[in-house]
């Protein structure tokens, strides 16, 4: 799987829009860009993936670059209840199935 | 409709001691894994099974045993608990052909 490059920490003002950008610059044409956050020892929560194409729904949109090295996850008007360790993951969808590996992620402090 | 239900949430082992994490989903989901948090890390894959009766090993697997006689239930069994084995423990599930691990609340474990 490729390697992913982010961030270690953010802060982003509440009602303003959160980017938080990942680098895959390894990136095979079979692999997934997966998104996930984590809010404060909870298990981690879906939150959005794409292959080429941009990608929006209920919770975030995630922006590819052409060339597929990198990316971006953006939450449109942050809130408070954002704040939470963000994991940008890689991986071909495969047999088997979601086995993905967390990184390290970024740290996304959303301040009043 | 509960999700990915963990127990306990919490225990204090003494080294050289066992234990059984308890993990259940009621979504009907084919895949079952096991991943483990240290402080301030990413999560790293214990074992997985991708269906009742299958098995296999993930990234850390040394010092656990996993069993899946159901499609509800994966147990994760510790034996000779050490002091490295000390971590939060997060059992997910997924189905194989949809994005989105689907993840439990958590067992915080302690190793003295």
């Known amino acids: 799987d490729a390697k992913t490059t982010q961030p270690p920490s953010m802060d982003c003002a509440e009602g303003r829009a959160a980017n938080l950008p990942c680098n895959h610059s390894?990136?095979?044409?079979?692999?997934?860009v997966y998104w996930y956050r984590q809010i404060h020892s909870q298990g981690p929560q879906y939150i959005i993936h794409?292959?080429?194409n941009n990608e929006t729904n209920e919770m975030a949109s995630l922006i590819i670059t052409e060339d597929r090295k990198s990316s971006t996850l953006i939450l449109p008007h942050a809130t408070l209840r954002d704040t939470a360790v963000y994991y940008c993951?890689?991986?071909?969808?495969?047999?088997?199935?979601?086995?993905?590996?967390f990184g390290g992620g970024t740290r996304l402090m959303v301040k009043p | 409709n509960a999700g990915v239900t963990q127990t306990p949430k919490f225990r204090i082992l003494k080294i050289g001691q066992s234990m059984t994490l308890q993990c259940a989903q009621d979504?009907?989901?084919?895949?079952m894994y096991w991943y483990r948090q240290d402080p301030g890390m990413g999560l790293k894959l214990i074992y997985y099974?991708?269906?009742?009766?299958?098995?296999d090993k993930g990234e850390v697997p040394n010092g656990y045993n996993v069993s899946r006689s159901t499609t509800e239930d994966f147990p994760l069994r510790l034996e000779l608990a050490a002091p490295s084995q000390t971590s939060v423990y997060f059992c997910?599930?997924?189905?194989?052909?949809?994005?989105?691990?689907?993840f439990g609340e958590g067992s915080r474990l302690t190793v003295l």
């Open positions: 997910a599930s997924s189905f194989p052909d949809r994005p989105g691990l689907f």
């Open positions: 390894t990136i095979s044409g079979n692999e997934y």
């Open positions: 794409g292959l080429k």
């Open positions: 993951i890689v991986r071909v969808r495969d047999n088997a199935g979601n086995m993905l590996t």
């Open positions: 979504m009907n989901h084919n895949y």
């Open positions: 099974s991708v269906g009742a009766g299958i098995t």
